[in-house]
């Protein structure tokens, strides 16, 4: 079957580093895409992943080892307003989106 | 209109009605998907179409149409609502299948 595994929560300090992780299993491999949904709001693209390594965009890098079905987004210098859920999804065979359900990161002061 | 956009933003149904959920954008992009969001469930695909003219099932079809006559629209009819209907409807696009989605403000609907 096709599974898309993330922490259900975290908790992280303003000012601070966090890294949330991704694990995938899925039937076929065509990119690791991550999105950001802030509560009660439509899901907004972060990043996209089809080969190895670190991809960086301002404050947010998201990284990919396919021979280990892992990814994970890390994001610096946390902000209040990074308060949200944060979405893995993996194209599969199809190129339809595989969804994992999503981390909450909670970000305090 | 600029980007995607669904309507309604809300509704409360009673079950057994039908129900249709809009969703219009305007970036001219080939691909459009459905989805349904439940508390503690990542999306999951309920129809999409690659391109105007055809349609295709995703994981949780059962119980959903859709129709693709133009590029813009791609409406979501529930024939006969249940309340296991009950979620957050999100309409995205793409240019194609194989780039990042932009997804519609969503619907919250609720089967009574």
């Known amino acids: 079957g096709q599974n898309i595994d993330q922490p259900t929560e975290m908790t992280a300090t303003e000012g601070a580093i966090v890294q949330i992780n991704c694990t995938y299993q899925?039937?076929?491999?065509?990119?690791l895409f991550w999105y950001q949904q802030h509560a009660g709001e439509a899901p907004t693209f972060l990043s996209y992943n089809v080969l190895d390594g670190l991809e960086e965009k301002g404050r947010f890098s998201s990284f990919l080892s396919r021979s280990k079905g892992y990814s994970y987004l890390l994001l610096k210098e946390l902000q209040m307003k990074d308060s949200a859920s944060y979405l893995c999804?993996?194209?599969?065979?199809?190129?339809?989106?595989?969804w994992g359900a999503g981390t909450k990161l909670i970000i305090k002061p | 209109i600029a980007g995607i956009t669904q309507a309604p933003t809300s509704q409360i149904l009673a079950a057994g009605r039908r129900m249709t959920l809009r969703c219009t954008q305007d970036m001219r992009h080939n691909a459009m998907y459905w989805y349904r969001q439940d508390l503690g469930l990542g999306l999951r695909l309920i129809h999409y179409?690659?391109?105007?003219?055809?349609?295709g099932k995703g994981e949780v079809p059962d119980g959903y149409s859709v129709s693709r006559a133009n590029t813009d629209d791609f409406p979501l009819t529930l024939a006969s609502a249940v309340p296991s209907q009950t979620s957050v409807y999100f309409c995205?696009?793409?240019?194609?299948?194989?780039?990042?989605?932009?997804f519609g403000p969503g619907t919250r609907l609720t089967v009574l």
């Open positions: 899925t039937s076929g491999f065509n990119g």
């Open positions: 995205a696009s793409s240019t194609d299948g194989h780039n990042e989605q932009f």
């Open positions: 999804a993996v194209g599969d065979s199809n190129y339809q989106l595989i």
């Open positions: 179409s690659n391109t105007a003219g055809t349609t």
